[in-house]
T-cell receptor, first 108, second 114 residues
């Protein structure tokens, strides 16, 4: 089974960059890395995905290591509204499997 | 576009009652999913569908049934509700984006069984 490992929780000061790590050592060559977040009890929200190259969109940047065994989601200027649970998922399982994620607390 | 719409948002059931959680999407997505989320836990897949007339079990299907008669609708039926089914239920549908499988979720349905 595809499996990712994330720290259970992290803190970040408001206005600073939040760097959320994820290990996905069992990922295969054609499997994507996805990031979603869940604010309070809302439905999860798609953030970004990548295969090999680093990716950036209006929400975040995704840095994938060259061996693809880990990645980092970067929120460049975290705000209080970024407080949420962040899920890192590899597409080895279809449908996607959501673990417990990382609870990011942005602190004023 | 409304995206994925779930009803009801909240419901309290008595043990043994039955009900249907409704899910509708207006994005013409073929793939639809039902997840449940217990407090402090990740999402667990109940059932999914790859198109009208096709459904398949996920990780935790017991106590639930689904049907997919149209592309838009994917209702989840709870028969003989039990306290263990107290949870938040999320419906989702898939858009294939740049070769990847991107999920759009509904706002959730919070169910309490007493």
């Amino acid at each position: 089974d595809a499996k990712t490992t994330q720290p259970p929780s992290m803190d970040c000061a408001e206005g600073r960059a939040a760097n959320l790590p994820c290990n996905h050592s069992t990922i295969s060559g054609n499997e994507y890395v996805y990031w979603y977040r869940q604010i309070h009890s809302q439905g999860p929200q798609y953030i970004i995905h990548g295969l090999k190259n680093n990716e950036t969109n209006e929400m975040a940047s995704l840095i994938i290591t060259e061996d693809r065994k880990s990645s980092t989601l970067i929120l460049p200027h975290a705000t209080l509204r970024d407080t949420a649970v962040y899920y890192c998922i590899d597409s080895g399982n279809t449908p996607l499997v959501f673990g417990k994620g990382t609870r990011l607390s942005v602190i004023a | 576009n409304a995206g994925v719409t779930q009803t009801p948002k909240f419901r309290i059931l008595k043990i043994g009652q039955s009900m249907t959680l409704q899910c509708t999407q207006d994005m013409n997505h073929n793939y639809m999913y039902w997840y449940r989320q217990d407090p402090g836990m990740g999402l667990k897949l109940i059932y999914y569908s790859v198109g009208a007339g096709i459904t398949d079990k996920g990780e935790v299907p017991n106590g639930y049934n689904v049907s997919r008669s149209t592309t838009e609708d994917f209702p989840l039926r709870l028969e003989l509700a039990a306290p263990s089914q107290t949870s938040v239920y999320f419906c989702a549908s898939t858009q294939w984006k740049g070769g990847a499988n991107v999920l759009t979720f509904g706002a959730g349905s919070r169910l309490t069984v007493l």
